[in-house]
């Protein structure tokens, strides 16, 4: 059995698996007459199979569950970006792993993040993730990702030995 540490999420930290999404709290008001701040481009927001595939904006609401908590399989979205957005949201688990050559994962690289209020998450294109896993309360966010109905809207793998994810 293996043990894995959460870390905080920070946009330095998770950027091999995507970005991290966040309010502009700093910055010169540049919209609403001088009452708002907007940030752009916030994600590499990505749907490989072009104009055939439309984007699905999902309301979620997760139950939270806690920590210990074993892991049973990885996901991936291997032709779209994945943009989890905070509604009503405290604390969530992000586990995620890189893909070995042949695009599996790979299970020694296994990363478990916390996210913290306010913090948003967007997979890059075929990142190995766990599902979303709320912590503390029930979540209510946001998704955003691009789906035709095919088995390559989200392929699944079950992890070879027992995982255990616990707080740091």
């Known amino acids: 059995m293996r043990t894995l540490r959460t870390e905080a999420l920070t946009a330095a930290a998770f ?16 919209m609403n007459q001088g009452t708002a701040m907007r940030l752009d481009r916030a994600a590499a927001l990505t ?6 595939c439309a984007p699905n904006l ?3 609401r997760s139950l ?3 920590l210990p908590l074993k892991l049973r399989l990885l996901e991936r979205h291997p032709c779209s970006s994945q943009a989890f957005i905070p509604l ?5 688990l992000v586990v995620v792993a890189p893909s070995t050559l042949d695009g599996q994962p790979d299970w020694g690289g296994l990363r478990a993040f916390v996210a913290g209020p306010g913090l948003g998450i967007n ?11 709320a912590l503390d309360q029930p979540a209510e966010l946001a ?13 699944e793998v079950q992890l070879p030995s027992e995982v ?5």
Request: hydrophobic content about 35%.
């Open 143 to 155: 998704l955003l990702v691009w789906e035709d109905g095919t088995a390559r809207d989200c392929e």
């Open 58 to 60: 999902a309301m979620v």
């Open 123 to 133: 997979y890059a294109v075929g990142t190995w993730h766990h599902p979303f896993v």
């Open 88 to 92: 009503r949201c405290a604390r969530y």
């Open 64 to 66: 939270p569950q806690s």
């Open 15 to 30: 950027a091999p698996f995507g970005q991290v999404l966040q309010s502009p709290f700093q910055g010169d008001p540049n």
């Open 47 to 52: 749907n490989s199979r072009g104009t055939t």
């Open 164 to 168: 255990t994810v616990e707080e740091a």
